[in-house]
């Protein structure tokens, strides 16, 4: 090895060296001069049209990525200052190269041990306020990732939905997301999601649902308000309805103070080519929970696919 060769490679290990200690002094004078956790909430805040709080601990974070983590991120409507969602931990990875000059850009999201109150979200259109306000926008992430997260159902006080884990890539409004999802002694479903806000809107489509070893296909529609109404147009081969009904969660559904408008509108239309129960087989059954579900595929233009 020449001596030219050598001091070369010599640089280039002290650069590789100095870089995590750089990038630790880029973030520490953005979080000292910028005010960055007030500057982080101001960007969400203003991309998604929600309060968003970054209250308890704010640390910086380089591992796996440069960001921030912490603790209590909670999000409110703007209007009636109610929490629709709040996670006990989070990590935010941000771009280095804006954040040098003063801007916030966000690659990655992971909320860790949370609740969301799907029955408490209102978009623009859904509000019944008259006055202009600025409908609800969703920021663009490339990852989203949330754990251990309680779905916490209107009209069933204390009842509440466990998710052990959600996955989003490229996310945004009215795009289509490919998804993961794991419900808790319930379903592993994935597919694609598309969230409509200013409708208050979330359709799920090329829907693969998994329980109890039995496997089903097809659509899913969510309307979060009031009723919260969840509408799925599902399909399966063969099915053994005795096994994908065993040991099915207690929702209280129906259960609540008495409102019924509070009280969660399910429907589900369900086909099978061969359905079993104990002795009996049936072929071409088609079973339908609650009234028939209004879920029209949702239509989307080729921008808006991935």
């Known amino acids: 090895m020449t001596h030219r060769l050598r001091k070369l490679l010599l640089v280039v290990l002290a650069v590789l060296l100095l870089l995590p200690f750089v990038a630790y002094w880029a973030i520490d004078a953005w979080l000292e001069s910028s005010g960055g956790k007030r500057m982080l909430e101001r960007n969400l805040s203003a991309r998604t049209g929600m309060e968003v709080r970054l209250q308890g601990d704010f640390d910086l974070m380089l591992l796996p990525d440069i960001g921030v983590s912490g603790t209590q991120l909670i999000i409110r409507s703007t209007d009636e200052n109610e929490t629709l969602a709040q996670s006990a931990e989070y990590e935010i990875s941000v771009a280095l190269k804006p954040l040098i000059d003063g801007q916030v850009q966000i690659d990655w999201i992971r909320l860790t041990d949370g609740e969301f109150y799907p029955g ?8 019944g ?26 009209g069933s006080p204390g009842q509440a939905l466990q998710i052990n884990r959600l996955e989003l890539n490229g996310f945004a409004d009215r795009r289509q997301a490919p998804f993961r999802l794991e419900i808790e002694d319930l379903v592993d479903a994935e597919g694609w999601m598309l969230l409509d806000a200013a409708a208050s809107r979330l359709d799920l489509g090329s829907l693969q649902i998994r329980r109890q070893e039995q496997s089903l296909a097809g659509r899913a529609c969510l309307f979060m308000g009031e009723p919260f109404s969840a509408q799925l147009v599902l399909e399966a081969g063969v099915l053994d309805l005795d096994r994908l009904t065993q040991d099915l969660p207690d929702l209280g559904m129906g259960a609540g103070d008495g409102d019924e408008s509070a009280t969660p509108d399910v429907r589900i239309q369900l086909s099978v080519a061969e359905l079993k129960s104990g002795t009996v087989t049936a072929s071409g059954v088609v079973l339908n929970l609650g009234d028939d579900p209004e879920c029209a595929p949702a239509e989307v233009s080729a921008a808006q696919a991935r």
Do not use: W
Request: charge should be neutral; glycine fraction near 2%; proline fraction near 9%.
């Open 129 to 154: 306020d008259q006055s202009p306000r600025e409908e609800n926008r969703i920021p663009q992430i490339d990852q989203l990732a949330i754990r251990d997260f309680s779905l916490v159902l209107p």
């Open 120 to 127: 408490r979200y209102r978009s623009g259109a859904a509000t």
